[in-house]
């Protein structure tokens, strides 16, 4: 079977070589052309591709080495959403106390409109470098309202924040098309609000903002369902939540409980990516929710730390969540991806290729493949 979510699985985005931070450092500064970086990212992919077909993957992406983020390069290509530079009220967190900032803030200041292919062309080189399945990571439009809430869709541009919402939908909506005329069918969304929404801190925040959290997750839940709504039927998608990922830091933490049953339940998808690599993540029980037409990836593996996990060790976490949802709906991944910016997490590209083939190599043992 060619259709994922796979029983060995990932988030998407991967350690972008030297070569490629030096090409988009010399294109920033003019010092190369669009061209020259562009054959640079061309190379760099068919080797990351390689990377995930010799760790037994079924599931490929270009890594995102396209993009600088995991979100605002895919988000400004629509018309009407531009980049303020500035920085959420929430820092991310490091394990030994630091702290960072991406300053990666966006609003909307006219209407939104898809006035042009935003990353098809990237889906296109995807396809024509691999034999496997080709897989397209998306951010998820909540991630424009769920840090700063109205405030960031300018009310003279939208003084009804439902056509905001209608519009973006839209534009959703043809870039997926796009997609799929690509011969892509395998859509991943990612959505960090449904994780915040967890996190009591955050929730403040949102409150701080002019938003009552204990309504977002139906509200995103449906938003969600809109986007993807014209999907061709046979096209799997599937939803990534996580709390925070950039250079190893995270910024929410909290159990899926606040928001399990409406997100589980109601969003129109084949599958749910989710972090579960430290007790910041909660427990297994949220997953009773889950409806049986539905696929869990068990975020086990960290993206975030060197050491490599024992098989053991995963072996008896998949266990201990089979005592809430069959074996047979689960399937396993890192919690996120290995470089959700262009700096990348604090590990080297050796642990990564390793822990892609321990995804691999566990899958195998536990459900006799690590493909669908």
């Given at each position: 079977?060619?259709?994922?979510?796979?029983?060995?699985?990932?988030?998407?985005?991967?350690?972008?070589?030297?070569?490629?931070?030096?090409?988009?450092?010399?294109?920033?500064?003019?010092?190369?052309?669009?061209?020259?970086?562009?054959?640079?990212?061309?190379?760099?992919?068919?080797?990351?591709?390689?990377?995930?077909?010799?760790?037994?993957?079924?599931?490929?992406?270009?890594?995102?080495?396209?993009?600088?983020?995991?979100?605002?390069?895919?988000?400004?290509?629509?018309?009407?959403?531009?980049?303020?530079?500035?920085?959420?009220?929430?820092?991310?967190?490091?394990?030994?106390?630091?702290?960072?900032?991406?300053?990666?803030?966006?609003?909307?200041?006219?209407k939104v409109r898809r006035t042009k292919p935003v990353m098809v062309d990237h889906v296109s080189y995807l396809k024509s470098v691999t034999t496997r399945t080709a897989k397209f990571c998306m951010p998820s439009a909540t991630y424009l309202h769920v840090r700063g809430g109205r405030k960031l869709v300018d009310p003279k541009v939208y003084p009804d924040i439902s056509e905001f919402w209608a519009d973006i939908a839209l534009a959703y909506q043809q870039e997926i098309e796009g997609i799929a005329k690509t011969g892509c069918d395998y859509i991943q969304i990612d959505d960090v609000s449904f994780a915040y929404l967890c996190d009591e801190s955050i929730c403040r925040q949102i409150a701080n903002d002019g938003e009552d959290p204990k309504r977002l997750p139906e509200l995103y839940v449906k938003i969600i369902n809109t986007l993807v709504s014209k999907r061709p039927k046979d096209m799997t998608l599937t939803v990534h939540t996580c709390r925070g990922n950039h250079e190893s830091m995270w910024m929410a933490s909290g159990g899926y409980d606040a928001v399990a049953e409406v997100f589980f339940n109601?969003?129109?998808?084949?599958?749910?990516?989710?972090?579960?690599?430290?007790?910041?993540?909660?427990?297994?029980?949220?997953?009773?929710?889950?409806?049986?037409?539905?696929?869990?990836?068990?975020?086990?593996?960290?993206?975030?730390?060197?050491?490599?996990?024992?098989?053991?060790?995963?072996?008896?976490?998949?266990?201990?969540?089979?005592?809430?949802?069959?074996l047979e709906q689960l399937c396993l991944s890192p919690q996120c991806g290995f470089a959700s910016t262009a700096p990348g997490n604090r590990i080297t590209e050796d642990v990564e290729r390793r822990k892609l083939a321990l995804l691999v190599e566990v899958a195998n043992e536990v459900w006799g493949t690590a493909g669908a």
């Open positions: 079977m060619t259709k994922g979510p796979f029983r060995a699985d990932h988030v998407g985005s991967l350690l972008r070589p030297a070569e490629l931070k030096e090409a988009r450092a010399k294109a920033a500064s003019s010092q190369i052309t669009r061209d020259e970086l562009k054959a640079i990212e061309d190379r760099c992919i068919r080797d990351v591709v390689k990377l995930q077909e010799d760790a037994g993957l079924q599931s490929i992406t270009d890594g995102e080495f396209r993009r600088a983020m995991w979100h605002t390069d895919f988000l400004t290509g629509f018309q009407g959403i531009v980049p303020t530079h500035s920085q959420y009220a929430v820092k991310f967190l490091g394990k030994n106390g630091e702290t960072a900032e991406t300053n990666s803030m966006l609003v909307v200041n006219d109601e969003t129109d998808v084949d599958g749910f990516f989710l972090e579960f690599d430290t007790d910041r993540a909660g427990g297994f029980e949220p997953l009773r929710f889950v409806p049986k037409n539905k696929k869990v990836v068990l975020g086990l593996v960290s993206s975030k730390e060197a050491t490599i996990e024992s098989k053991d060790d995963l072996k008896r976490r998949i266990n201990e969540a089979t005592k809430f949802i069959p």
